[in-house]
């Protein structure tokens, strides 16, 4: 840190997990800290929408004005027409979740949380009962390391850091299952490269192996698991040939992944996101989840599976959040479903009138939520109040009516709870906001005065909200934290691997899921429910390429950027390019593309352009684009995101981001611009 801004950033090397080891884009965070085009002032929006034509005002003025846009839409069209909408890409609980405390006091919409993490954790819980699993530190001790839908060199490198760690010292194996060749494959002993959507056939094919082979533990079932009977019955059918034929692995790798899984008593799973981005995403997950229940890897250590520690942290967030006035019979609103929530459509708006006023914060829907056009076309409505709470001009600032300019995370004090490990920890002020930079929580705090809003949680400060947090979740005081720097909340040998049972409350790990009565949090139940498969299975529901659309389109993170962040930064734009497609050689020859050539990538939501980058690390017939770039960083201003759909994934909604169908057309030579 110099001339009170922030350099480098690195790693503790105290902290056991992270181990001093960082993120290349986060050790760079300074280039967004330091950046010139940081938004440092409120401003009034004085062109078109979306013209980029704003005029620098006071913030006395700019809250009156957000104030005022969002008491009138209350006036004329009920509460319940503002809609306080936010994300993850400020991840302190008093930050980012501060802006609920308003929506329960005011009676506003509520934010139904689902672009993330609910096909995955519902997957999960329908097996294990909770978000919980095995310490990532006991990779150490494994024998084999399964990372299955998950890029962890360029999303998760503590992740790959232990895993290498265990090969290094004692020979553990590292196998890969996902839908391309990602530079965490290429460092893997044995890669499982698979179509997309297609995860629960090879899991169900693996525990055939282990069922017909002898490798299951019966013992360990017949203690820890229920319908075992069931699923083995069940997965009789699901052999390697029928997998094959599904996913694209050869009959072979599959017999001889799940031989390794069987003999291999310490095998880990560490169970990413990737995969549950599909309309079958909550039953792939349950059923990979099942192979270390069937092998019993669970009793031995270094075995087991983790997909998050979400659930272990035990947060009471009443005063952050407002829980206290919250009323659950004001209406929910699904996340993912912005585009058609703001045209109208009447199945996205939960039996309510039209959304009138949004409030954004941590977040830039216009360019990571699905059916883009019709989020462009929601934010384009002249009677849409927007107020956008923001670091940089993003796509969804553009659009706004009156912009705020937002802090950091070295700029304001907050609290972190990891999802990859076990540890709390504090993120205290470092260095000053550059010019009118305001906090999350000012801001919604000074809001709240002129709306009208009592709680006690807006006469605390940050620090006082992060004690309160502390000491009602058994984990105070801040001072004690402050000391230590970050806590580890890890459980035990016997708990984290569920061996006084599983989080159901007949102890055991669920194989027949009944999946409309699962207890997850969520308004309701959404997608096609009553056709999910009981037991693991391939659930026939993901949008299969066709004549038409001969393509399968997976929109995968980028390695230097973060969804729509470090899209700004420099070294992030020229190290990831121009937004790109990847392409087999093959296809690109018999489409009669070339490296360089600009292709359009369409389905029935839109078209987007792109440029091919031939690559052979794909099944035939499946193409990635791994960025999500700004509209304006692509020929003709539509992003990736113009493909995906905002159809609500089963059980619990979600967006299925990695399962659209597609066909690519060459528009022209590396000339055309």
């Known amino acids: 840190m110099a001339d009170g801004r922030i350099g480098r950033v690195h790693g503790s090397k105290d902290q056991p997990y992270t181990a001093g080891v960082i993120c290349a884009k986060v050790a760079r965070y300074a280039e967004r800290a330091n950046h010139p085009d940081r938004l440092t002032h409120p401003l009034l929006r004085t062109g078109p929408k979306g013209s980029g034509q704003f005029t620098r005002i006071s913030w006395d003025e700019a809250l009156d004005r957000v104030a005022e846009g969002l008491l009138k839409a209350e006036r004329e069209h009920g509460a319940e027409s503002v809609w306080p909408y936010y994300y993850a890409g400020t991840m302190g609980l008093v930050m980012r979740d501060g802006i609920n405390r308003l929506t329960h006091v005011k009676r506003y919409s509520r934010f139904f949380s689902s672009i993330c993490v609910n096909p995955a954790w519902s997957g999960y819980m329908a097996g294990a009962g909770r978000i919980a699993g095995v310490d990532p530190r006991e990779m150490a001790a494994s024998g084999l390391i399964t990372l299955w839908g998950t890029n962890a060199v360029s999303t998760q490198v503590n992740v790959m850091t232990h895993a290498i760690h265990a090969r290094k010292r004692h020979g553990a194996k590292i196998a890969v299952v996902d839908v391309y060749r990602t530079p965490t494959m290429e460092q893997a002993d044995i890669p499982l490269l698979i179509r997309p959507g297609t995860d629960g056939a090879l899991a169900c094919a693996v525990m055939h192996v282990l069922f017909r082979d002898g490798f299951a533990d019966r013992a360990y079932m017949d203690q820890y698991a229920r319908d075992a009977a069931a699923l083995e019955a069940h997965v009789a059918t699901r052999t390697p040939e029928w997998a094959s034929a599904l996913c694209g692995l050869p009959v072979a790798e599959i017999e001889a992944y799940a031989r390794l899984v069987g003999t291999t008593p310490a095998s880990y799973f560490r169970i990413g996101y990737g995969f549950s981005r599909s309309r079958n995403g909550a039953v792939n997950m349950h059923s990979v989840a099942s192979i270390p229940v069937v092998a019993g890897s669970w009793q031995h250590l270094g075995g087991g599976a983790l997909h998050s520690m979400s659930g272990t942290y035990g947060w009471r967030k009443k005063m952050i959040e407002g829980l206290d006035r919250l009323d659950p019979t004001v209406r929910a609103l699904d996340q993912s479903r912005i585009g058609p929530i703001l045209v109208g459509e009447e199945d996205a708006l939960a039996g309510g009138?039209?959304?009138?006023?949004?409030?954004?914060?941590?977040?830039?829907?216009?360019?990571?939520?699905?059916?883009?056009?019709?989020?462009?076309?929601?934010?384009?409505?002249?009677?849409?109040?927007?107020?956008?709470?923001?670091?940089?001009?993003?796509?969804?600032?553009?659009?706004?009516?009156?912009?705020?300019?937002?802090?950091?995370?070295?700029?304001?004090?907050?609290?972190?709870?990891?999802?990859?490990?076990?540890?709390?920890?504090?993120?205290?002020?470092?260095?000053?906001?550059?010019?009118?930079?305001?906090?999350?929580?000012?801001?919604?705090?000074?809001?709240?005065?002129?709306?009208?809003?009592?709680?006690?949680?807006?006469?605390?400060?940050?620090?006082?909200?992060i004690d309160w947090t502390l000491r009602e979740s058994g984990r105070g005081p801040v001072e004690a934290l402050e000391a230590a720097r970050f806590m580890d909340v890890g459980q035990d040998f016997r708990a984290a691997h569920f061996l006084d049972g599983f989080a159901h409350r007949d102890k055991r790990f669920h194989f027949a899921v009944d999946w409309a009565n699962l207890s997850f949090p969520a308004p309701g139940k959404f997608g096609p429910v009553a056709e999910m498969p009981a037991l693991p299975d391939h659930w026939?529901?993901?949008?299969?390429?066709?004549?038409?659309?001969?393509?399968r389109l997976v929109t995968a993170p980028a390695r230097n950027f973060l969804n729509s962040s470090f899209t700004e930064t420099p070294t992030s734009q020229e190290r990831e390019g121009a937004p790109s497609l990847l392409v087999h050689p093959e296809d690109a020859a018999a489409l009669g593309v070339a490296e360089d050539d600009l292709v359009a990538v369409e389905n029935p939501r839109g078209r987007v352009e792109l440029r091919v980058r031939l690559f052979d690390g794909l099944r035939r017939g499946v193409v990635v684009s791994e960025q999500i770039q700004p509209s304006g960083a692509h020929r003709g201003g539509r992003g990736i995101n113009t493909l995906t759909g905002a159809d609500p994934v089963a059980p619990v909604g979600g967006a299925a981001f990695h399962d659209n169908k597609v066909r690519v057309v060459k528009i022209g030579p590396q000339s055309v611009d």
């Open 353 to 465: 009138g039209k959304v009138a006023a949004l409030f954004i914060q941590n977040t830039n829907p216009v360019a990571v939520a699905p059916e883009q056009e019709k989020v462009k076309r929601g934010f384009a409505r002249e009677d849409l109040f927007v107020a956008v709470h923001e670091q940089f001009m993003t796509d969804t600032a553009r659009m706004a009516d009156i912009v705020l300019p937002a802090t950091m995370f070295t700029e304001h004090d907050d609290i972190y709870g990891a999802g990859g490990h076990p540890h709390i920890q504090i993120g205290t002020k470092l260095v000053e906001p550059p010019g009118e930079c305001r906090t999350n929580h000012d801001v919604i705090c000074a809001l709240a005065s002129r709306l009208g809003a009592e709680h006690p949680g807006f006469a605390m400060t940050a620090r006082e909200l």
């Open 540 to 551: 026939a529901v993901i949008e299969e390429a066709d004549a038409e659309h001969p393509f």
